[in-house]
């Protein structure tokens, strides 16, 4: 098959906290790395209890240096919150201590709610539809360009590729026209992936860091080892979107059985249109899934989330897919 790669969400489980969570992640990276997973990416998010990510860039120099092979990055940095300099001299830094490891995923979306965002700018003024400007300011900061009367140290000249992350054709048409890889948040937004990834592909143009198109797709896996138990698990991710789009997020919640049953018809529409792009079941079931999906979307590469409750169920997700990926 193609390659797989983690998006770790970072969980912060009903009855634990951000400190278990960061040991998980790395555990998560670790046995990932042996499992033969290309790259483990994180998330930025903020103000959100069940996500421990939102200082990305540190928690990725955790991963990094708790892994020796695998690529480690973010999926990505909300590049709307920051200054392009401050996240060149991040990713600068990662690439120097881990050379030829680091990955950089930018998205446009602020990674929180309107008043959280605030509170992050201080004031509103930087604005998202600069986002193609700041990408290309902080391209520059990398290729060490006199365009800029800065420098980024570390950063200017180093080996940090650079991804556009998207849930809508705004970031296809950016990626093409920029020549960066892609990455599409199928995993949580799939309603526009197809039409993305075409004008994505139509219209790209090559560019110094990459010769032809790249796709990466967010998908989701709750693997077990039978339909059932996989079932039960996924419903603490069901929970958790229930949970945010009712304006109450809360820590990832344990398994409960009879969850999608006890739910209406609209959480039940919402569920069936966000998590389309989800495999869930024993291996066999699982891997009939992944091929159907990879066959319809024929993507270059897919990141692989899997929120489960139970860090163990969640390790042997992760593995139980991996070993269909060997087969090939």
Request: proline share 6%.
């Amino acid at each position: 098959m193609i390659p797989f790669s983690i998006l770790d969400l970072a969980p912060i489980t009903e009855g634990s906290d951000a400190a278990t969570s960061f040991q998980r992640t790395l555990d998560l990276a670790q046995h990932g790395e042996r499992w033969g997973y290309h790259r483990f990416w994180l998330a930025e998010h903020h103000g959100m209890p069940g996500i421990a990510s939102a200082a990305t860039a540190v928690l990725i120099g955790h991963v990094a240096g708790g892994t020796s092979t695998i690529r480690v990055g973010a999926g990505g940095i909300m590049l709307p919150n920051h200054s392009p300099l401050v996240i060149a001299e991040q990713f600068g830094t990662l690439a120097s201590l881990y050379p030829g490891r680091i990955d950089l995923g930018l998205g446009r979306a602020p990674g929180s709610d309107h008043t959280t965002a605030r509170a992050l700018r201080r004031n509103l003024a930087s604005d998202a539809d600069e986002f193609p400007q700041d990408v290309v300011e902080l391209m520059d900061y990398f290729a060490g360009s006199t365009r800029r009367p800065v420098s980024a140290v570390p950063g200017a000249g180093l080996d940090v590729p650079v991804w556009i992350l998207g849930s809508s054709l705004f970031g296809a048409q950016l990626a093409a026209a920029l020549g960066l890889p892609y990455a599409f948040a199928s995993h949580f937004a799939p309603q526009m992936m197809m039409q993305a990834i075409e004008i994505y592909r139509s219209t790209f143009r090559p560019s110094k860091q990459l010769d032809k198109p790249y796709v990466m797709l967010g998908f989701n896996v709750f693997a077990a080892d039978t339909d059932d138990e996989a079932h039960l698990l996924a419903t603490s991710m069901q929970q958790a979107f229930v949970n945010l789009r009712s304006g109450r997020p809360t820590k990832l919640q344990p398994p409960k059985p009879g969850y999608l049953e006890s739910l209406g018809t609209a959480e039940r529409m919402m569920l069936d249109s966000v998590l389309s792009c989800t495999a869930i079941g024993s291996p066999a079931t699982v891997e009939s899934q992944l091929r159907s999906f990879i066959a319809r979307t024929r993507p270059d590469e897919l990141m692989i989330t899997s929120q489960v409750f139970d860090h163990a169920a969640r390790l042997r997700a992760y593995e139980i897919t991996a070993e269909i990926n060997r087969k090939g």
